[in-house]
Nanobody
Framework: QVQLVESGGGLVQTGGSLRLSCAAS????????MGWFRQARGNQRDMVAS???????NYADSVKGRFTISRDNARNTVYLQMNSLKPEDTAVYYC??????????WGQGTQVTVAS
C-alpha cells in the first residue's frame, strides 16, 4: 500500500519560514520524481517544485529564490523549505510521487496559512 504523509504545515507570519516533509512508503522511492503542489481555496492545484531521482529541481516562478526542494532517498522523504512566506502562499500543500509513464500518487495535504 502506497502512502505519502505530509507534515510541517501550520500558521506563520509574513516573512516567516516553514519546512514541509513528505514521507513515502510502499514505493521504490528513488525511482520517482517527487513534487510539491498547492491548492488555494477556489483555485486549481498548481506545481510548486519538483525534484527528479537524480536531483534535478524545477520551481514555479512564484517561489523561485524563496523555496527549496530536497530529498533524502535513504529516508524516503522529500522536503520543501519555504522562506520569506507571503499571504499568497496560503494553500493546502500536497506531495506527489510520479513515475513518468507509469503511475503517480498523492498525499493527503497539509495546510499552510501565512498571516499578513
Amino acid at each position: 500500500q502506497v502512502q505519502l504523509v505530509e507534515s510541517g504545515g501550520g500558521l506563520v507570519q509574513t516573512g516567516g519560514s516553514l519546512r514541509l516533509s513528505c514521507a513515502a512508503s510502499g514505493i521504490i522511492f528513488n525511482s520517482y520524481t517527487m513534487g510539491w503542489f498547492r491548492q488555494a481555496r477556489g483555485n486549481q492545484r498548481d506545481m510548486v517544485a519538483s525534484i527528479t531521482s537524480g536531483g534535478i529541481t524545477n520551481y514555479a516562478d512564484s517561489v523561485k529564490g524563496r523555496f527549496t526542494i530536497s530529498r533524502d532517498n535513504a529516508r524516503n522523504t522529500v522536503y520543501l523549505q519555504m522562506n520569506s512566506l507571503k499571504p499568497e502562499d496560503t494553500a493546502v500543500y500536497y506531495c506527489r510521487a510520479l513515475r513518468t509513464g507509469k503511475n503517480y500518487y498523492w498525499g493527503q495535504g497539509t495546510q499552510v496559512t501565512v498571516a499578513s
